[in-house]
């Protein structure tokens, strides 16, 4: 049985270079790839400011929610409680955060950006926006106010668990 019969040959090798693959057409494919250029220039461009990719993750939401706890954080990005140990005492010891007692709740530690940190994550994201605009100047300005709803309507209706 000749399971190829609907696809067509290439050809030579190095004709595969100027040829439409199947891959071409998958978004799955798509996303990796873009995913990997963009997520590339977002940690080189952190870097000359000297902030991690998950520091300046976490630093943007104790920037910009008043009092937030290391949980509300790390449901918010998506991380282990535990894990966000590690993040929030990268940003401590930056002098980008401090964290300060709930007052009704000793157990719990609110967390507040230091002027520091507000500065630190003013200028990041200032830097990651520059870089973003660089990276999409190949879409018109419809395709890119129309970017970011889509990937958020995606995100905001999938589940996390794969399909059945």
């Given at each position: 049985m000749n399971y190829s019969s609907n696809i067509e040959s290439v050809g030579l090798p190095?004709?595969?270079e100027e040829a439409e693959l199947d891959l071409d057409f998958l978004v799955s494919y798509n996303l990796k790839r873009v995913y990997s250029i963009f997520l590339n220039d977002f940690r080189y461009t952190l870097s000359q400011d000297s902030v991690s990719a998950r520091?300046?993750?976490?630093?943007?939401?104790?920037?910009?929610?008043?009092?937030?706890?290391?949980?509300?954080?790390?449901?918010?990005?998506?991380?282990?409680?535990?894990g966000i140990v590690a993040i929030i005492d990268e940003l401590e010891n930056e002098g980008f955060l401090k964290r300060t007692l709930v007052r009704n709740d000793k157990r719990i530690y609110a967390l507040l950006p230091t002027p520091a940190g507000a500065r630190a994550y003013k200028k990041a994201l200032g830097a990651v926006k520059k870089s973003e605009s660089c990276l999409l100047s190949v879409?018109?300005?419809?395709?890119?106010?129309?970017?970011?709803?889509?990937?958020?309507?995606?995100?905001?209706?999938h589940t996390g668990n794969p399909p059945a």
């Open positions: 190095g004709d595969f520091g300046f993750a976490a630093l943007s939401l104790v920037v910009q929610v008043s009092h937030i706890t290391q949980s509300e954080l790390a449901r918010k990005l998506g991380i282990e409680r535990s879409l018109t300005p419809t395709e890119k106010k129309q970017l970011v709803p889509i990937l958020r309507k995606i995100r905001a209706n």
